[in-house]
């Protein structure tokens, strides 16, 4: 099973068989759920479009380093993925996303998508 899951991690187009089978699962459970439902669809697709940077924010708990860190809940090596572009290390608990460094990090990567720099 250990490799199977390696295996989907490291493999955008196996990414369909972990995704595809939980969204259709959550429209059934939870048809209501509308915004669940659509950030599930485009995580089973955006491996798979072409064009389609992706860079990481990974939080890291303490002074550990990657690949041995981990943000209390999810160790770096579950997290990881090759095809990002960029990986940025944040460090903080699992529960990252009002993190300043981590609003910063999603508003410099949108910008430079853009084209823009930071004003």
């Not at 860079?55 to 550990?64: E, F, R």
């Amino acid at each position: 099973m250990k490799t199977l899951l390696k295996e989907i991690r490291h493999n955008p187009l196996l990414w369909l068989l972990a995704f595809v089978p939980v969204v259709f699962a959550a429209q059934k459970l939870k048809p209501e759920a509308h915004t669940l439902i659509f950030v599930l669809s485009v995580l089973a697709i955006v491996p798979l479009a072409p064009g389609i940077k992706a860079s990481s924010i990974i939080a890291i708990k303490g002074d550990d380093q990657p690949p041995d860190g981990a943000d209390g809940v999810v160790k770096h090596t579950g997290t990881h993925v090759d095809y990002a572009e960029a990986e940025f290390i944040v460090r903080s608990g699992h529960s990252c996303q009002m993190n300043p460094l981590t609003i910063e990090e999603v508003r410099r990567t949108l910008l430079e998508n853009l084209g823009e720099t930071k004003p």
